[in-house]
């Protein structure tokens, strides 16, 4: 299939002289790009996401505020 894009200068510039010394066209390594570009994608989409372990503590100590920082440092270093 025959199509037009639109590309910035610099990048055709690259891709001529790639093509050039691969003995290809730059159509060729534009298509070939594309297609790892595309299954890259979509192998990313297959792999699950990261995902990191929770544990389960309980609920805090009474008195303990978890939004004030200061308290919870202060609670902290007062408990060793």
């Keep these: ?7 910035d200068d610099q990048l ?13 066209t ?5 298509e070939d790009d594309v297609r790892l570009g ?11 996401r990261f995902k990191l372990p929770t544990f389960d503590l309980g609920a805090p100590r009474p008195g303990v505020d978890l ?3 200061a308290a919870l440092l202060e609670f902290m ?3 060793e």
């Design 38 to 48: 595309e299954l890259r994608r979509a192998r990313a989409q297959d792999r699950p």
């Design 26 to 30: 730059v159509s060729a390594l534009i």
């Design 67 to 69: 939004n004030d920082n």
């Design 77 to 79: 270093e007062h408990d």
């Design 12 to 24: 055709l510039e690259r891709l001529k002289l790639r093509a050039a010394r691969e003995h290809t």
């Design 1 to 7: 299939m025959r199509t037009t894009i639109t590309i």
